[in-house]
Structures are given as structure tokens and as C-alpha cells.
């Protein structure tokens, strides 16, 4: 909060300095500019950098123009941000900008590309030359229409890296040697995976990994996704539908809304008991395809789980910390699945027909908030009386009929 109230007083200042209603109305106007310029230039370096860091890139690049000393300044920003959807220059302007950015260690990296770059564009020499320069954080969205582009293997050797999110038109290609050691959060979102074993070799070579997101589309090239992580606290887990190689709109994982849910801050929320409401997702009809794919979870330290909508067979193993469990839909679960999830204390769940028949066996010995959501087609009254027999500690009960999706499975 001090951090924000400090930024907003910095933009206030820097705002009436430019409209200061005096210098306008008596001073002409260009002697006004060179008065505001020589003020706002009197600023120490620390707050003009503060100030830039709160502007887009392209626009703090372009405060260059306006004197030598600005010339100077944007290139020491600390976080560049570079999001485009129509320009077919982008490469070039971030190319330049790289090649300018002076500052010895550069904290954040973040790029998206649309489908108007041009698929030419070197992106392995950007992710090299961060890399490099000790980068904290990368994210790499690529929209293009070029075909999945792999990125250097240094990137997954980066002793700096904490924070790495990649999307769409990326392959994941990692093979030995591999070391994160300091990656604490991995989002991947619609990626392509070279093999399963790349999926291995990443997660496996990030000893304190502490938040795994993942969004995937159900006709992937992985028909087994493993997760072992003995760090793991937070995982994500979301599966979507693609129709002649599009993604459904109504399937589609909005990023603001991963990041709204998923924030990494939840565990300091959910240890006040507080059960957010999740969206249940895309439920659909069981296809017998999906049994011969599946989703392994085998993280012992695992305290947050959120499946919003798996349509692969589901196996969790080895988890017995678990605080939190918000389940959307999960494509045929077993009494394996629902036995796991024993120890849980806060669990939204959206009770399916396989479901039914387990719920008078499972013991939930540690819960204590329950988000019931039981889909349109089961005669749920029965089975959470026999939830509700098997949860001794229970203390808050929410009932949910209204947000049913019209088609369950």
C-alpha cells in the first residue's frame, strides 16, 4: 500500500507540475514548456526512474526526445514491457531497445507479439540477452502465425530467473543440463511440449518451485502430464476444448482472470478460512479418448489445488497437506481421486454422477468450509448428507444451485 500511495503522489506531482495553472496563464507558451521541462528535470534520477517504471515502454522510450539528460534516464527502467498486436515494426523496436537499455541487470522482461509481427524476428537473442544481464522475471506471450518457436537453452539454466510465464506459439524443448534455482512461480498457457520428458526435466530442475499454473488444450501432444514437485504449495490445472484447431471462446482462460483466481498471495487469504467461488468451466459428455490420457500430481508439500476443468483421467498421489481444494469438473473420478483429498480444511466441489457413489465413504476429517455446487443432473440431497456425516468439524456450508452451468455431463 505505501508502495502504491507513493507512486500516486509521484504522478500528482508530476502531474501539476506539467498543468501548473499559474505558468500557463501568464507565461507564454513555449517558455512555459522550458520552465516545466527545467523542473521536472530537477527531479533526482531515483524518481524519475520511479516514474518511468509506471509508464509503457514505447512511451518511456520516447521521453528521449526531450532533452540529454532524458536520453539517459529510460534506459536504466528496470522492467521493459512490450505488448503488441498490430505492429509489424515490434521486433525492431524491441531489438533497439535492448541494444539502448543500459542498466547493468535488467529485473523484468515482458513481450507479447500478434499475429501482424512478422514471424522473422529473433526472439532467442532477446531471451539470450536478459538472460545475460541477470533477468528476475520473463514472460513471453507469442500470438503470431509463425509455427511454435523454441528459445535458447541458457534460459533454463538461469540462476536468476524467479518468475518465468510462457504462451501459445512457444515450444518447450529442455534437455540436460538444466538448473532453475530460483524459480518460484511457472505459468505455461497453451504451450507445446517437444516430448514428456521436457515437462520432466523443467519441473524437476526447479528445487523451490512454489506455484505451477498451467492451462493446456485437451488435443495437445502430451497424453500423460506429471507433476512432481516436492516444493510445490500452489498448483493451477485447466484444460480447454479447441473447434477446428480454435479455442472456444466461451473455453478460453482470460489472463486477468488467472490472475484475479490464481494470485500467489491466496495462501495468505485462504489461511482465513475464506473459500472464494470458482468458476466451474467446460463440462461436457465422458469420452473414452480421455482415458488413455491423464494428469499425475505427486507433490507432497501441495497446500493449494485448483482443477478448474480436467477431461483427462486425474491421479493424485502423496498429498498430505493439502488447505485448499477447488474442483470444477474432473473427467471420471475414482474413490482414489476423492480418498486423496481427505485432509483437505476449504474445498468448493462440484459434485458429478461418478462422484455419487463415493461420497458415503470418504472421511473429510480436517474440513471446515464446504462450496457445494452439485451438478443438474444428480440427485444430490443424499449424497451431501453423507458428506456432511463424514465432515465432524465442518463449520460453514454454502449450498450453490445457481451457478450450474446449462450443460452438465
Given at each position: 500500500m505505501a508502495t502504491s500511495m507513493g507512486c500516486l503522489s509521484c504522478w500528482s506531482f508530476f502531474w501539476?507540475?506539467?498543468?501548473?495553472?499559474?505558468?500557463?496563464?501568464?507565461?507564454?507558451?513555449?517558455?512555459?514548456?522550458?520552465?516545466?521541462?527545467?523542473?521536472?528535470?530537477?527531479?533526482?534520477?531515483?524518481?524519475?526512474?520511479?516514474?518511468?517504471?509506471h509508464v509503457p515502454t514505447k512511451e518511456a522510450v520516447a521521453t528521449s526526445i526531450l532533452s540529454k539528460r532524458w536520453r539517459y534516464v529510460w534506459p536504466m527502467v528496470p522492467r521493459l514491457e512490450f505488448k503488441e498486436d498490430d505492429s509489424e515494426s515490434v521486433g525492431w523496436f524491441i531489438e533497439k531497445s535492448l541494444q539502448l537499455h543500459k542498466a547493468p541487470k535488467l529485473d523484468?522482461?515482458?513481450?507479447?507479439?500478434?499475429p501482424h509481427c512478422p514471424v522473422d524476428v529473433d526472439v532467442g537473442k532477446w531471451v539470450e540477452n536478459v538472460v545475460n544481464r541477470g533477468v528476475k522475471e520473463l514472460d513471453f506471450n507469442l500470438l503470431w502465425t509463425a509455427e511454435p518457436t523454441g528459445f535458447p537453452k541458457c534460459l533454463y539454466t538461469c540462476n536468476t530467473l524467479v518468475d518465468l510465464s510462457l504462451s501459445n506459439k512457444i515450444l518447450v524443448n529442455v534437455s540436460s543440463p538444466v538448473r532453475l534455482p530460483s524459480l518460484l512461480t511457472l505459468s505455461l498457457r497453451f504451450v507445446v511440449y517437444k516430448d514428456e520428458e521436457s515437462l520432466v526435466s523443467l519441473l524437476s530442475s526447479s528445487p523451490v518451485l512454489n506455484c505451477l499454473k498451467v492451462d493446456r488444450h485437451k488435443d495437445d501432444n502430451l497424453t500423460k502430464f506429471t507433476v512432481k514437485v516436492s516444493t510445490l504449495k500452489q498448483l493451477h490445472y485447466n484444460t480447454t476444448r479447441r473447434k477446428d484447431g480454435v479455442e472456444d471462446?466461451?473455453?478460453?482462460?482470460?489472463?486477468?482472470?488467472?490472475?484475479?483466481?490464481?494470485?500467489?498471495?491466496?495462501?495468505?487469504?485462504?489461511?482465513?478460512?475464506?473459500?472464494?467461488?470458482?468458476?466451474v468451466g467446460e463440462v461436457e459428455e465422458d469420452d473414452d479418448d480421455d482415458l488413455n490420457r491423464?494428469?499425475?500430481?505427486?507433490?507432497?508439500?501441495?497446500?493449494?489445488?485448483?482443477?478448474?476443468?480436467v477431461l483427462d483421467y486425474c491421479l493424485i498421489e502423496n498429498i498430505s497437506c493439502l488447505h485448499i481444494a477447488k474442483l470444477g469438473y474432473v473427467h471420471n473420478p475414482d474413490h482414489k481421486f476423492l480418498r486423496s483429498l481427505s485432509?483437505?480444511?476449504?474445498?468448493?466441489?462440484?459434485?458429478?454422477?461418478?462422484?455419487?457413489?463415493?461420497?458415503?465413504?470418504?472421511?473429510?476429517?480436517?474440513?471446515?468450509?464446504?462450496?457445494?455446487?452439485?451438478?443438474?443432473?444428480?440427485?444430490?440431497?443424499?449424497?451431501?448428507?453423507?458428506?456432511?456425516?463424514?465432515?465432524?468439524?465442518?463449520?460453514?456450508?454454502?449450498?450453490?444451485?445457481?451457478?450450474?452451468?446449462?450443460?452438465?455431463?
Open positions: 501539476d507540475i506539467i498543468h501548473d495553472d499559474e505558468h500557463i496563464s501568464t507565461v507564454p507558451e513555449t517558455e512555459s514548456c522550458q520552465i516545466n521541462e527545467t523542473r521536472i528535470c530537477a527531479f533526482p534520477n531515483d524518481l524519475l526512474l520511479q516514474i518511468l517504471h523484468s522482461l515482458v513481450v507479447e507479439l500478434g471462446e466461451e473455453d478460453v482462460v482470460e489472463e486477468n482472470e488467472v490472475e484475479d483466481d490464481d494470485d500467489v498471495d491466496e495462501v495468505e487469504d485462504d489461511e482465513e478460512g475464506v473459500v472464494e467461488e470458482v468458476d491423464s494428469l499425475v500430481i505427486d507433490s507432497p508439500a501441495l497446500e493449494i489445488l485448483r482443477l478448474r476443468n485432509s483437505v480444511i476449504h474445498m468448493y466441489l462440484y459434485l458429478t454422477k461418478p462422484m455419487v457413489a463415493w461420497c458415503n465413504t470418504i472421511k473429510f476429517s480436517r474440513l471446515l468450509e464446504f462450496y457445494f455446487v452439485p451438478s443438474n443432473l444428480v440427485d444430490w440431497l443424499e449424497p451431501l448428507m453423507y458428506l456432511l456425516q463424514n465432515s465432524p468439524k465442518l463449520q460453514i456450508l454454502t449450498i450453490d444451485t445457481v451457478s450450474i452451468p446449462s450443460s452438465s455431463p
